[in-house]
T-cell receptor
Framework: AQKITQTQPGMFVQEKEAVTLDCTYD???????LFWYKQPSSGEMIFLIY??????QNATEGRYSLNFQKARKSANLVISASQLGDSAMYFC???????????????FGSGTQLTVLP | DGGITQSPKYLFRKEGQNVTLSCEQN?????MYWYRQDPGQGLRLIYY???????QKGDIAEGYSVSREKKESFPLTVTSAQKNPTAFYLC???????????????FGDGTRLSIL
């Protein structure tokens, strides 16, 4: 079974509007962390935002916020006031306390390609 | 500026040839990782290292080898045993080798490997 599911291969949004990128996850670990990364066409992975499983409040970082619904196992990324430079691939990833072992590796979803239209 | 440097940016491999991808970091991070990315897909872990002179296999280690002789360096060798090596390879590092924490992995700019 997929541990991280991103159901939207591609999304379009008008400049200055908000957009939500979906991410659902599957884990039996009580302790885990969720990350969102942005990958522009140049290839580098840019860390955007983090949400811990025990965090009481949804994470926010500037124009990025995370809509964390623990019972539904979803961690959707919300980008407000979209800019042309937001066009990129976006990946949701999870780090599990137990299942990832000593590596503390990240498990990635397949990504969502966001295109911001002028 | 601190960061992760991967070289070369583009690499071509001939049949039966081993090639080595370089990854150097000056962030003083303990843990380092190698990921493979295929078109339209997420990242898959090849190898990781928590400390110098120690490394562990990830999910898709077959056909690859690594070394960690220095804290700053974690080169990846794609051997001739890797029959489908064409992919984008990303190196990452993280400050703390253990602990769940919120420390993200920091990534290099990647190396694109193609078969001639």
């Amino acid at each position: 079974a997929q541990k991280i599911t991103q159901t939207q291969p591609g999304m379009f949004v008008q400049e200055k509007e908000a957009v939500t990128l979906d991410c659902t996850y599957d884990t039996s670990d009580p302790s885990y962390g969720l990350f969102w990364y942005k990958q522009p066409s140049s290839g580098e992975m840019i860390f955007l935002i983090y949400q811990g499983s025990y965090d009481q409040q949804n994470a926010t970082e500037g124009r990025y916020s995370l809509n964390f619904q623990k019972a539904r196992k979803s961690a959707n990324l919300v980008i407000s006031a979209s800019q042309l430079g937001d066009s990129a691939m976006y990946f949701c990833a999870m780090r599990e306390a137990i299942s990832s072992g000593s590596a503390r590796q990240l498990t990635f979803g397949s990504g969502t390609q966001l295109t911001v239209l002028p | 500026d601190g960061g992760i440097t991967q070289s070369p940016k583009y690499l071509f491999r001939k049949e039966g040839q081993n090639v080595t991808l370089s990854c150097e970091q000056n962030l003083n991070h303990d843990a380092m990782y190698w990921y493979r990315q295929d078109p339209g897909q997420g990242l898959r872990l090849i190898y990781y290292s928590q400390i110098v002179n120690d490394f562990q296999k990830g999910d898709i280690a077959e056909g690859y080898s690594v070394s960690r002789e220095k804290k700053e360096s974690f080169p990846l060798t794609v051997t001739s045993a890797q029959k489908n090596p064409t992919a984008f390879y990303l190196c990452a590092s993280r400050r703390a080798p253990t602990g769940l924490g919120n420390q993200p992995q920091h990534f290099g700019d990647g190396t694109r490997l193609s078969i001639l």
